[in-house]
Nanobody
Framework: VELVESGGGSVQAGGSLRLSCVAS????????MAWYRQAPGDKRDLVAM???????DYADSVKGRFTISRDNAKNAVYLQMNDLRPEDTDVYYC???????????WGQGTQVTVSS
């Protein structure tokens, strides 16, 4: 299974970006698809997650600004990020957990940089 991310970049504060992640090598939908972020030297923190049925959870710091969505048929997950702030600057990682298997997968990471 491979997760390929795209959509990172540099924006000014108040701007928007949309991250995409497409999984290949898996025919079934994932139990969980999520986005995490990590700064150098810090732990990887959950940003947002979504189940196939549409249940979502967000970090408090992004509620009302970020929206996660997924396309189960494509095994894809997206993160719409609005009103970006300098503190949102991080490497963002796509994460996927399949049903019935004690494994999980990570993308390679995509850099998001927000300047003030």
């Amino acid at each position: 299974v491979e997760l390929v991310e795209s959509g990172g970049g540099s924006v000014q504060a108040g701007g928007s970006l949309r991250l995409s992640c497409v999984a290949s090598g898996m025919t079934d939908s994932f139990k969980i698809m999520a986005w995490y972020r990590q700064a150098p030297g810090d732990k990887r923190d959950l940003v947002a997650m979504m189940t196939p049925g549409g249940v979502t959870d967000y970090a408090d710091s992004v509620k009302g600004r970020f929206t996660i969505s997924r396309d189960n048929a494509k095994n894809a997950v997206y993160l719409q990020m609005n009103d970006l702030r300098p503190e949102d600057t991080d490497v963002y990682y796509c994460h996927a957990e399949p049903f019935g298997l004690p494994v999980y997968y990570w993308g390679q990471g995509t850099q998001v940089t927000v300047s003030s």
